[in-house]
């Protein structure tokens, strides 16, 4: 019996848990699990060698009985002031039952579908566990974040058989166990790592699909074949809410694949923000470019200047007489993306762009003497003893002499102060 392993050791005195493990009495709960880690991976019976493996099985059944008493915090108590008496089931005491080997693994690893390779595929109960998430990329434009959207969608994806409740079997059929992997729910394989080597491989059983138990085909539900789900589509409804933005993670609680003895995972839709021909997004600000003819830089406009993300029309009013310059920034209070679970918004940030005319839009003389006229008279001369009159190429790129690049936008700063 397990009670009698955990109580003495190969010579026949009792063996002290904390001992087994290798840890203090002082030892958290987390040194306890590692050690429990670290001992049960190195004698486990399935790790060494066939004269071995009876003793290796008593240790391990010792060291899982050890960490299962003495992780959990009443039945270390218990230990600490009592002994192994308090687990004796001839005194009264209802914990001294028998550890599966495969139950242990499933606390240790956390596997409830099929244990880690190497190892026994677990039976008997197992603590329900949450099944993979599945995530995909949603794309949404940004009129859509503007004004928040609701879409439907079918989802196909495995549910537990509502004939067989998941078993697989029909009504009272027993299971039997796997011939294919002894009731593993594993195999070793030999696969190809180079020219003449290879390496053992523990794959799940393709006969059992790790279950380590299958059904008779005439013991297998006629409705999931024996599969123990089944396949249905759902009409899943999503909300991208006002404000959303780029990276934000919608969350469809408990729609992902069913199977028996876990919670279904979650669908999750990461948004993906739509690059924008007249927008640019910064957190819940916007930015756009405020085109301008040369005529109304200089003599003011009023006029709308863009459409907004939810149709408006945004109108722009510039005084006569303000001139508005390349580059400068206008900022419209309040136009930008909406803030989530507010009514507040960002704002709206127009960078002017003045449109010049192209050369030789002005040839008649009296025209552009009239237009000296009313501009800005130029600086005053510059004096210099030597004046050499020189030939210019308007197509030049500040891009193809690089170290003068920084010294002209370094002046335009100086010159804007």
């Excluded at 003495?8 to 203090?24: F, I, M, P, S």
């Excluded at 609680?253 to 069913?258: A, N, V």
């Excluded at 008649?364 to 030597?386: C, G, N």
Aim: charge should be negative; charged fraction near 30%; glycine fraction near 10%.
């Amino acid at each position: 019996m397990l009670r009698q392993a955990l109580l003495v050791d190969e010579a026949g005195e009792e063996t002290d848990l904390y001992q087994a493990l290798g840890v203090d009495r002082s030892a958290s709960k987390a040194e306890i699990k590692k050690a429990y880690h670290k001992a049960a991976l190195s004698s486990h019976p399935d790790k060494v060698a066939a004269d071995e493996r009876p003793s290796a099985e008593i240790k391990f059944k010792a060291v899982s009985r050890a960490y299962e008493i003495l992780y959990d915090d009443d039945k270390r108590h218990l230990y600490d002031t009592h002994g192994m008496s308090a687990f004796d089931p001839s005194n009264g005491h209802g914990h001294g039952e028998e550890v599966d080997l495969n139950d242990i693994l499933q606390q240790m690893f956390g596997m409830g579908g099929g244990a880690p390779p190497g190892f026994g595929q677990r039976s008997g109960p197992r603590q329900a566990r949450k099944g993979k998430d599945e995530e995909q990329t949603y794309e949404v434009t940004l009129e859509e974040l503007y004004r928040g959207k609701t879409a439907k969608f079918t989802s196909t994806k495995n549910v537990v058989c509502g004939q067989c409740k998941g078993s697989g079997g029909k009504d009272k059929a027993k299971a039997q166990q796997c011939a294919a992997c002894q009731g593993k729910g594993v195999k070793i394989g030999l696969r190809s790592v180079g020219p003449g080597l290879v390496t053992q491989e523990t794959m799940t059983c393709g006969s059992c699909k790790g279950l380590g138990k299958t059904f008779k085909e005439k013991d297998r539900c006629r409705r999931c074949k024996g599969n123990r789900v089944t396949v249905e589509k759902k009409v899943l409804e999503i909300y991208v809410p006002r404000g959303a933005k780029d990276g934000d993670r919608i969350v469809l609680e408990g729609e992902g694949d069913q199977l028996p003895d876990q919670e279904p995972g979650d669908i999750i839709f990461i948004i993906s923000e739509a690059k924008h021909n007249t927008f640019t997004r910064a957190g819940a600000d916007l930015l756009a470019s405020l085109d301008v003819t040369l005529a109304e830089s200089l003599t003011g406009f009023s006029r709308v200047v863009l459409k907004h993300l939810d149709g408006r029309g945004i109108h722009i009013k510039e005084p006569q007489g303000h001139v508005l310059e390349p580059g400068q920034v206008l900022k419209v209070p309040g136009e930008g993306m909406p803030y989530k679970k507010s009514d507040a918004k960002g704002d709206l940030y127009l960078v002017a762009k003045v449109q010049f005319p192209e050369s030789g839009w002005l040839q008649d003389e009296a025209s552009i003497r009239r237009l000296r006229e009313l501009l800005p008279k130029p600086t005053k001369a510059i004096d210099a003893d030597t004046v050499d009159e020189v030939d210019v190429e308007e197509a030049a790129d500040l891009d193809d002499v690089r170290p003068f690049t920084y010294h002209v936008r370094h002046m335009a700063d100086i010159d804007g102060r």
